[in-house]
């Protein structure tokens, strides 16, 4: 193991301790109960999940396990992205077959196939910014934003160098979008997707 990967897994490590610690402060509050938390470059962000944002995670969700195991099929579930103190619990994901959770029940951003997230008003930012650039370095293949603000859904993919090298134009809600020729496999539907 050469020098360069010795610091990358210490680092990796340090940073896992120094998330845990911060989840845990937060775990079990009852004055969060129905808030999602999750922590975005050190920053921790808490938004309320709105019935619009869940509608269309629920739309997306559904699509997916209707081609792939509900067990490789995610929401709000926290994995640590590479970067500093990013853990983040992405409205969809999905993960490789064969994916195994760590001994603390964790699972690898290296397993990540496909994330999708709907923009909240608060935190929409983090989508088009930090989250992006955290799930690129990850080598996520393809990552999708929904954006019930602009009624659009934004798509990402081939990660290099820590961004997407192809970006696509917004497609408009209601409109189906072939994802075929990507790691899904399949043409994502987003007929009666709610707006805000």
Sequence with gaps: MSVAESDTIRMADE???SLDAMFDAFEGLPVLEGMRIEVVEGNVHMTPQRATHWEIIWKIVTQLTNRFPQRRVFSDVRIDYPGDHNGLCSDVTLLAEGAQA???GRWRWQDVEFVAEVISRGTGMNDYGPK??????AGVPLYLIADPYQGSVHVYAQPKSGDYAETWPPVPFGTDIDLTQTPLGLTLGTADSPRD
């Design 15 to 17: 940073n896992t301790q």
């Design 132 to 137: 992006k650039t955290a799930y690129a370095t």
């Design 102 to 104: 760590d001994d603390e």
